[in-house]
């Protein structure tokens, strides 16, 4: 089994930034892909971006681009999301999770954390 546990959530305002964690552990050989989702009140669950362990490449949505930046620290087995020029709309629930290939797609995703809230003012 594998447990993800997010932190780092708060409040900021817009032009901040915030660095988001998760702590990983459990079965590693899948999670060769980390990633980070996140879901505003009433959208649909939005791809963040991801980092491929064994390459250590990564991938961002258009979204987020320039902004937000993903990096592991393969000692603590935690990835980290960098998040800078935050805008309102970063405000959203944000999520760690973890599979043996990449992808944007949230329902392949069979390894979830609780999330953590980032909230976004001007």
């Known amino acids: 089994q594998m447990r993800l546990v997010e932190s780092g959530g708060g409040s900021v305002q817009a032009g901040g930034s915030l660095r988001l964690s998760c702590a990983a552990s459990?079965?590693?050989?899948?999670?060769?892909?980390m990633a980070w989702f996140r879901q505003a009140p009433g959208k649909e669950r939005e791809w963040v971006g991801y980092?491929?362990?064994?390459?250590?490449?990564?991938d961002y949505a258009d979204t987020v681009k320039g902004r937000f930046t993903i990096s592991l620290d393969s000692a603590k087995d935690t990835m980290y999301l960098q998040m800078n020029s935050l805008e309102p709309d970063d405000t959203a629930m944000y999520f760690c999770?973890?599979?043996?290939?990449?992808?944007?797609?949230?329902?392949?995703?069979?390894?979830w954390g609780q999330g953590t809230q980032v909230t976004v003012s001007l």
């Open positions: 459990g079965s590693t050989d899948r999670r060769n892909c």
């Open positions: 999770v973890a599979r043996r290939i990449c992808s944007q797609s949230s329902s392949l995703y069979a390894y």
């Open positions: 980092i491929y362990i064994p390459s250590g490449a990564s």
